[in-house]
């Protein structure tokens, strides 16, 4: 489980990493994910949001694969910049993956994204 202070939880925190300004994103027929920094959250920890719609299945398979996600982004979230927001958006043929199969997805599109943050700045 993620930490209180590395959990985005507003709709506007998560609109500004999908949609704001300086945000940067990678995705895959998998996953999609999106980053952003500003300079008001310089030096905060990173907050990791998670956007699982109802296209990937029903309650279960979402709270599944929401829980899958977490888990591996709290393994990775150690090694984001300060001051980043990032969101890890599901597509519908998440629902078949395996954890090992998630992780393989999430990994590229994860360092793709950092990358991508310290080129901007």
Known sequence: MLPAPNRLRTRSDFTSAVRGRGSVRAGSRLLVVHATRTDARAGLPPRVGFVVSRAVGGAVVRNRVKRRLRALVSARVGSVPSGVDLVVRANPATATLTS????????PLWDKVIGRLEVVR
Not at 100 to 107: D, K
């Open 100 to 107: 090992a199969e998630l992780a393989t997805a999430l990994e």
